[in-house]
């Protein structure tokens, strides 16, 4: 599950480097689209729907916040 | 008799001293503290050069200061251009070579980043210096702004432009009272209006909100930038400060749409609802129209070189999905007029032709751009007898049955993308003969996937990190391309020119 979070978040932005131990949105590393296509991408990947109420700074910051929100969605 | 937006905001004062003006996250400025902040702000530039009808840079986060150093720069009796934080060092570089503001009024955070780009000559203040003015003469600023003419500048907001460097575009205060008065007839704004403000400080989103703190005591409530990307928190904060006006670019709010999210919040203050800069599906509108049937909802019409908007719909009806939205009438003392391309006026329906604006909302020009501002605000073919202006938008429309404008397209390169006005060939420019990254190119947009793409010919493929990293040090990352096609060749017209239809075509099916 990691290694392929981290395959579609570089496929929207190959210049940043994903799997660093960095916040995401205080460094700008994703933008308003970025998000909607990080989330259409994760919801087809893990056949899921992410409920719009979960899509907050505190759950898309890091790589460990995103892959914790996919496990409370039932990926394993 | 209105003059200068100024006065408007010394009114409101009067009226209305211990209210909020602006609200940014934790913090909050009443409207007399605003003034003061502004004043002494005011104070500093007259004292050090006192210039008098010339721009002023800003390059600071939208935040209190940043509203108080548009108003002090108003007060000097100067213009204000902001500049986005977040773009590229040489881009703004490029405006301030262009502009030569006569200060730049930022802090000692974020000047960093345009040391090495600022002009020599070009006078600094640092907000959080300790050498401000602590006292003020409200007297003698007030005396010298009565000398202004309602032509004068307000404010330059840049716009992308296809040689590189964006054009800043100067409006007058006329015209934003103008707009500021049918806007409040129209829609009846009181004095409680508590704005909830998405747009950067860049757009003229925030110089109508702005006016607004100005003429009708409006508060002002800074929704942080990066929550956008977060629309759940957004609309918490609307519910939070019981925001009744916003007004945003449709992007958001077609993601609001596409995610339920009305489902879980009420919205119950909200009363008003504007949106521009893009077309907003009617599909999506029609989410938003059912969810808040207590809304009065207004698409507005308007390029950057008209002050604001010149056309409105206020949607009062259903629309089926499929239809797409006016944009309506023009606003109470506006003149549009569509030509089609032997330079007639279009007056029957179902006719394309390219809409024109004539009338007091137009920009001054295109400062220090003698020749762009002649190519786009031209002599009204229509007038033979005295010289008279209009501004040719490039954009392609046509009225329908009941004498509405409906929009169809553009004429040229410019596309909006997540509500940015982008000129195509600006990119292209870049990346051929800026950066010098490829021999020749191509750049398109794909409007089902909302992605810049660019098609290229070079002796070797570059990869696509490699690319983005390098076009996002001359353009913001909105512009950048998000596909890339390496080409032996370009497809070119029989005259030699790249077939830019071609690929237009090819991309969008």
Redo the contacts between chains.
Sequence with gaps: MRGRVIEILNGI???FDFSEDVNF?EA?M????D??NLVEKLEREFSIVID??D???DN?SSLESILNLLKKNGVK | MNINLIEMFEESVAKNPQKIAVIDKDRSITFSALRQQAMLLAQKIIDTVGCQNKPIAVFLDKSIECVYSDLGILYSGNFYMNLDI?TPTERIGNILKLVEPCFIISSSKQIQSIANVIPAHTNVILLDDETQAVTFDDTVILSRISKMIDTDPSCIINTSGSTGTPKGVVLNHRSFFDFTDWAIDTFKFGDDLVMGSLSPAVFDIYSFELCMIMAKSATLVVLPA????????ILNLLEQYKVNFIFWVP??MV??AN???LA?FKLESLKTIWFAGEVFPTKQFNYWHHHLPHVTFANLYGPIEITLDCTYYIIDKDIPDEEPLPIGRPCRNTDIIILDSENRAVTKPNIEGELCVRGTSLAMGYYNNPEKTALAFVQNPLNKSYPELIYRTGDMVCYNEEGLIMFKGRKDNIIKH?GYRTDLGEIEHVIINTLKLVKNGCVVYNHAN?EITLFYEAEQEL???DF??KI?QALP??MIPAVYHHLDLLQRNTNGKIDRMYYKNMVNG
């Design positions: 932005r190959p210049e949105i700008r994703l933008d308003s689209l998000l909607v719009g109420l899509i907050v700074t898309f | 977040y990066h929550k956008a990307m977060f629309p759940a928190e992007t958001i993601n609001i995610r339920n999210l879980s997540m909302k990869s696509v990190p983005r990293k996002g990352k909105y």
